[in-house]
């Protein structure tokens, strides 16, 4: 069985989401390797020692340039706000080490394509971590898709909500593109991408409004961009590569909805309904259903379907479950020498769309996006 040994980069909300995937993984399924928690880095050595000790890591840096370089080092697992990861990733590609990077790729399409063409000559595995897309329904609502079941897509929509606009926001890197930040478009947003494009393919032109709240209502938008505000809302009607209609809304002041990624699509042979907050669920109202039985079937994830863990539906699963099945990929990935998914070329492809929704809408009216160049042959 092969060795893995990881380097965790940020013990923040995802590093501990990631600490625990890491421990799950190889137990909930086999993974072909024997995983090592070896290093976790923060951003000074006191903060790294105890983040390491409360998260199951065997050691502690507060130095990442150091730890990248390493040769007991498989894995590099980038965590931290996502100005930094350019940096970390194309360190650690460098070295020829396996990447994990969490999302968004990076906060500006400039920065993605250079991640992208690093991860593809280094040849090594690089997956970004839409990890919602893991969740079995999505996963299952993909397979029906390939299989034909579900028939042509025709409609997709989708809204990712939060209440954390109303709260005091302890992440304060998240409020400034300078700090880090990537507003709610690149934040939540680039979720709802990533789910889409894994649904219904390539997005190829989107038309958006993004706004800013202020004392009373939305800021105007010429304050907002005047003044580098991060966005907080946006909606965007879009058209996919293959045709298909599309319509996305994102809010941080969304009372009541929590952490609520809803969608709902329209096929030619069905429809399908999702909600992040009943996420063991599956909706589905087939169009040639017995006449007297028409309408959405629910059915509840188990064994049956895809990354099932359990054999009884209604045990229910979480975040940790749903990212551990996305690091359970990464790791049979890596062991296997396959491609993983998804990769740095659709985590670019997103921060493409995420950038056209703002520029349309700074400027107004349709803006196209670039489709994807082939994978050279030999990336993975
Ligand atoms: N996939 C998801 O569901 C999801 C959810 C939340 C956040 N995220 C993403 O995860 C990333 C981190 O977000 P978070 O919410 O965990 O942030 P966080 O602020 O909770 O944690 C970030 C951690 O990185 C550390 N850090 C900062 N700079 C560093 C450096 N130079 N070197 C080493 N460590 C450094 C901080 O000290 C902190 O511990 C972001 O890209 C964010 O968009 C993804």
């Not at 909930?28 to 903060?47: E, I």
């Not at 042979?269 to 109202?285: H, I, L, T």
């Not at 699963?317 to 990212?323: C, D, F, I, L, T």
Request: aromatic fraction near 8%; charge should be negative.
């Amino acid at each position: 069985v092969k060795q893995l040994s990881v380097a965790l980069v940020g013990g923040g909300f995802m590093g501990k989401a990631h600490s625990l995937a890491y421990s799950l993984a190889p137990i909930a399924g086999d993974v072909g390797a024997q995983v090592s928690k070896r290093v976790l880095v923060d951003a000074d050595a006191t903060t790294a020692r105890t983040l390491a000790s409360q998260l199951g890591w065997e050691s502690s840096s507060g130095d990442w340039r150091e730890v990248v370089e390493r040769d007991d080092i498989d894995i590099v697992d980038i965590c931290t706000p996502p100005q930094f990861h350019r940096e970390i990733a194309l360190a650690a590609l460098a070295a020829g080490k396996h990447v994990f990077c969490e999302k968004p790729l990076a906060n500006t399409v400039a920065e993605a394509v250079e991640m992208r063409d690093a991860a593809q000559r280094a040849g090594v595995v690089a997956q970004i971590g839409f990890n919602y897309r893991h969740s079995p329904a999505i996963e299952f609502a993909r397979l029906l898709l390939d299989r034909g079941q579900l028939g042509t897509p025709l409609q997709f929509r989708a809204s990712y909500l939060q209440e954390g606009g109303f709260n005091a926001n302890p992440n304060l890197w998240r409020a400034k593109r300078s700090t880090g930040g990537s507003g709610f478009v690149g934040d939540v947003g680039s979720h709802i991408i990533d789910t889409a494009e894994y649904l219904f393919g390539d997005i190829a032109r989107v038309c958006g409004l993004a706004r800013t709240s202020s004392e009373d209502g939305w800021m105007p938008e010429s304050e907002r961009l005047a003044t580098d505000a991060l966005d907080e809302a946006g909606v965007w009607i879009a058209e996919f590569a293959n045709g298909a209609l599309g319509s996305f809304a994102v809010n941080r002041l969304s009372s009541g909805h929590k952490n609520q990624i809803l969608f709902g699509f329209d096929a030619s042979k069905a429809a399908v309904e999702f909600d992040w907050n009943q996420r063991d669920e599956f909706r589905v109202s087939y169009v040639d259903g017995p006449a007297d039985h028409m309408g959405f079937q629910t059915i509840h994830m188990n064994t049956e379907h895809p990354n099932g863990w359990w054999r009884l539906a209604g045990i229910g699963s979480g975040y940790a479950e749903v990212s551990a099945i996305q690091f359970q990929k990464f790791l049979r990935a890596i062991v296997s020498g396959v491609r993983a998914e998804p990769d740095f070329d659709q985590g670019l492809h997103v921060q493409q769309v995420v950038e056209a929704v703002l520029d349309s809408a700074a400027v107004g009216g349709w803006v196209d996006v670039p489709s994807r160049l082939p994978v050279p042959a030999g990336a993975r």
